[in-house]
């Protein structure tokens, strides 16, 4: 497995695995012994970045990544994220970055993952209600404890990152990014490159879309968040069907499944972008592992870019839209 470094100095593996599908978000949450062996097995294919977050169960999914990562702790980075109101505060928003509450979802976070460090701390989404600059003093703080090794955001837009990373500098920010949500690359990825920020892109798959095995007659089990997404709705993943269909065909000339182009794509973006591909199969696993061995070409890039129609459906209904960062 490749590294790359985000920011200034943390290594992590070309491609990571996020987490969060194991236990929250798509559905009941999968098998534990399953998860298990998912995380241990993606560690054994050379992956070093684990991504997790409070929200996920709620806390559960930390205690998941915890147990499972605890015997090579020494060898991996462990991500996680605060910043929802886990604890009935009542905010209106639903959202809690006052840095009480970071210090005190810290101590959670801690003993949940199994130890004393937390590798890449973000603020899960930006939070209208604290200073983003409270917040970045807050985790500088930790930083200074030993508590945390680095700083990153997710979903923040441009003006919201350059006033956090005066306070504490960003390792990373963690957003949407892939073939068919190409938005960061309007003012996103210039602003984290002139700062030397990493981007750790989350749905690298389109949220299963791209892998080609969701159709219009897919249906997603409860629980699922695609059931509420306007872009997961039926009439909307027809027209999106088009898309898929030009990855697909794109893939058999390379001898390849679609969400290892979707994957390559990513990866040949920048040299500083490390996806988070999530899966509860080790088969899958394998698969998206396998995608950090295809490199795609000048030539190829400029081919996917001219034969990809446009996407249809906004990526989140109206009350998660709201929570992005702009």
Excluded at 243 to 268: C, D, G, M, S, Y
Excluded at 304 to 324: F, K, N, S
Aim: charged share 25%.
């Amino acid at each position: 497995m490749q590294h790359r470094t985000l920011g200034t100095n943390l290594e992590v593996s070309a491609l990571g695995l996020g987490c969060m599908s194991m236990s929250f978000g798509l559905g009941p949450a999968a098998d534990k012994q399953q998860s298990t062996a998912v995380i241990r097995r993606a560690v054994e294919l050379g992956v070093t970045l684990f991504d997790t977050a409070q929200v996920y169960g709620p806390y559960t999914n930390e205690d998941l990544v915890g147990e499972a990562l605890a015997p090579v702790r020494d060898q991996i980075v462990i991500a996680t994220k605060f910043g929802f109101d886990l604890e009935g505060a009542g905010r209106a928003s639903g959202l809690d970055s006052r840095p009480e509450t970071i210090k005190a979802g810290v101590e959670g976070s801690l003993t949940r993952l199994r130890t004393d460090h937390i590798d890449l701390l973000y603020q899960h989404r930006v939070d209208p209600d604290v200073p983003i600059e409270e917040v970045a003093g807050a985790v500088k703080e930790l930083i200074a404890e030993g508590k945390v090794r680095h700083f990153g955001l997710s979903e923040a837009g441009a003006q919201t990152i350059r006033r956090a990373h005066a306070v504490q500098p960003v390792t990373a920010l963690q957003s949407e990014y892939s073939l068919w949500w190409r938005e960061p690359e309007e003012e996103i990825l210039p602003t984290l490159e002139e700062l030397g920020i990493g981007f750790v892109p989350f749905s690298p798959l389109g949220k299963g879309f791209l892998t080609g095995a969701i159709d219009e007659g897919t249906e997603f089990a409860p629980g699922d968040f695609r059931n509420t997404a306007p872009r997961f709705s039926a009439d909307v993943r027809a027209a999106n069907l088009a898309f898929v269909a030009v990855v697909k065909e794109i893939a058999a000339h390379r001898q390849a499944t679609p969400a290892q182009i979707a994957l390559a794509w990513l990866l040949a973006q920048k040299a500083w972008i490390a996806p988070i591909p999530g899966t509860t199969k080790v088969h899958r696993l394998e698969e998206n592992i396998a995608a950090a061995d295809i490199a795609l070409t000048a030539d190829d890039l400029r081919e996917i870019d001219a034969a990809l129609p446009p996407a249809h459906g906004d990526r989140y209904a109206p009350a998660q839209q709201r929570l992005i960062d702009r």
